[in-house]
């Protein structure tokens, strides 16, 4: 008996071993690709500006904290393939097996393992992952709204730099002297009417990159005085030569402002269960006063309208029937009353529409928290549900590595995938109850997974090629049989 338990134990501390290894190179290989996809979205906002690696490490950082919920599924789904496969490939599975100890025993260590990683999974969402969105949405915010570096290129209009407009015809290798160049002053927001003209000159910036300095030869400045009478007929100018001029340019515009935090903590991702809760019940309450507040003040509206009818009709509200009332109007009585009727017709059907345009966003807004909320448990979730379609499916393909093992995770993935962004698009829309819009993948994977695991343990040939092979050749017999027959008679 302690021999077995011993065993047992070895069995656990081998299929704990096989299974870390493919775990943590499968999770950082999707991680990896999915940081390769961000940059390849983002590559055109980040080159150019001139950002110190500290903030690109920063900013893959965050987005890769914000990638967990899509990576950690698809490393539990594919590591738990290969371990199973491997075990297959080299008749360990075979040989537990053998010893006694059934299939669902062996997986026991990981399923606990799942658990606690669904369990870990949920903190992470709860209370890492908002951390980590708002962090990375920060980032991202002042990296988008960063000028680029100070650049001239020749014959190129620069209009990076506030108030000014610059060209440069011509610049040296040394990117220090250059020649025909034009500067506008816009400075004063009056047009093109500080115009700096040179033959040549220099251009240095200061050792911290705050200033940079043009120091021009042989030029002209022109200068339009437009605080002049008449000067749009006569254009009366100021020009003056010089041999040398230094004009300073501020770079402070360049540098990357770092945004206060407080403006995206509310954002519906940077909440977590008890923040989210607690914003939808207010979101539902202002939408409930909103329509309350509607329908009071329509009513109010269409009392009066009616109040204002009856009494241009005068005798109106006397009559029995409004045809009668509308006879002893006069023409011009009748012509107002029927153009306050009409002007007060479209105005309550403006006021309807933007009503219901209104609705309809907050509505939107509430469906917004309510998927993240969700989102928070589906993600746990789905690593225990993808664990077990990964194991048994490893188990009955007995095939280990990256090749089939790939193959397989990829689909499944993909399918689950896509089963969850058809959930949150019709929750989004309002087609479907957020519960079932949003536990729709793990529903319609959790039967495979049982499935799957049921077969694995009855040790059941679902994917045995010679079974496959041997079944198609006796439905091939029976239908060549079956024909025969027919023929005789």
């Known amino acids: ?225 437009v605080e002049v009478s008449n000067y749009k007929k006569n254009r009366p100018d100021d020009r003056t030569k010089f041999d040398e001029q230094v004009i300073r340019f501020d770079l402070s515009s360049f540098e990357m402002n770092q945004t206060d935090e407080d403006l995206f903590k509310h954002h519906y991702l940077m909440l977590n269960l008890s923040q989210l809760s607690h914003t939808i019940d207010s979101l539902n309450t202002k939408l409930d006063d909103t329509k309350t507040s509607f329908k009071e003040n329509l009513n109010v509206y269409n009392r009066l309208e009616e109040i204002a009818i009856l009494t241009e009709a005068g005798a109106l509200s006397q009559l029995p029937k409004v045809d009668s009332g509308f006879q002893i109007l006069g023409r011009n009585s009748l012509e107002k009353v029927k153009t306050n009727a009409l002007s007060g017709v479209q105005f309550k059907q403006r006021n309807i529409e933007n009503s219901l345009r209104d609705w309809e966003k907050k509505e939107e807004k509430i469906r917004k928290h309510i998927v993240v909320y969700y989102e928070k448990f589906t993600l746990s979730f789905a690593c225990l549900v993808l664990f077990f379609v990964g194991a048994p499916l490893g188990a009955i393909i007995r095939k280990g590595g990256l090749g089939l093992p790939v193959v397989f995770s990829v689909i499944f ?46 040790d059941a040939p679902l994917l045995d090629a010679d079974v496959w092979r041997k079944n198609f050749k006796t439905i091939i017999g029976r239908f060549s049989k079956s024909k025969n027959r027919e023929e005789e008679y």
């Not at 610049?171 to 816009?186: E, Q």
């Not at 689950?416 to 993948?441: C, D, Q, R, T």
């Open 413 to 458: 993935f993909i399918i689950f995938h896509i089963i969850s962004i058809m959930g949150k698009k019709y929750v989004l829309a309002g087609a479907m109850h957020p519960i079932l819009g949003m536990w729709l993948a793990s529903i319609c994977m959790l039967p495979l997974g049982i499935f799957l695991t049921f077969k694995a343990t009855t």
């Open 1 to 225: 008996m302690q021999q077995t338990v011993i065993y047992v134990k070895k069995v656990y501390q081998l299929v704990l071993i096989s299974y870390a290894g493919p775990f943590i190179m499968t999770f950082f290989i999707a991680l990896f690709i999915l940081d390769m996809q961000f940059l390849w979205k983002y590559i055109d906002e980040l080159v150019g500006k001139g950002l110190e690696w500290h903030l690109i490490a920063q900013l893959m950082y965050y987005a890769s904290a914000t990638f967990v919920p899509l990576a950690l599924p698809l490393a539990v789904l594919l590591s738990s393939l290969m371990t199973f496969g491997n075990l297959g490939e080299h008749y360990e599975l075979v040989s537990m097996k053998a010893s006694g100890i059934s299939l669902r025993r062996i997986m026991m260590p990981l399923i606990i393992f799942s658990i606690c990683l669904s369990i870990a999974a949920f903190y992470f969402s709860n209370n890492i992952l908002p951390v980590a969105q708002l962090k990375f949405q920060n980032r991202l915010y002042d990296i988008r709204h960063k000028k680029l570096t100070f650049n001239i290129k020749e014959g190129v209009f620069y209009k990076d730099l506030d108030g000014y407009v610059i060209r440069v015809g011509k610049k040296d290798k040394d990117d220090v002297h250059i020649h025909d160049v034009l500067i506008y002053n816009h400075t004063k927001r009056l047009g093109n009417i500080d115009v700096t003209v040179a033959k040549w000159g220099k251009m240095e910036s200061t050792s911290d990159g705050q200033y940079i300095f043009f120091t021009l030869y042989d030029g002209y400045s022109y200068t339009e005085n």
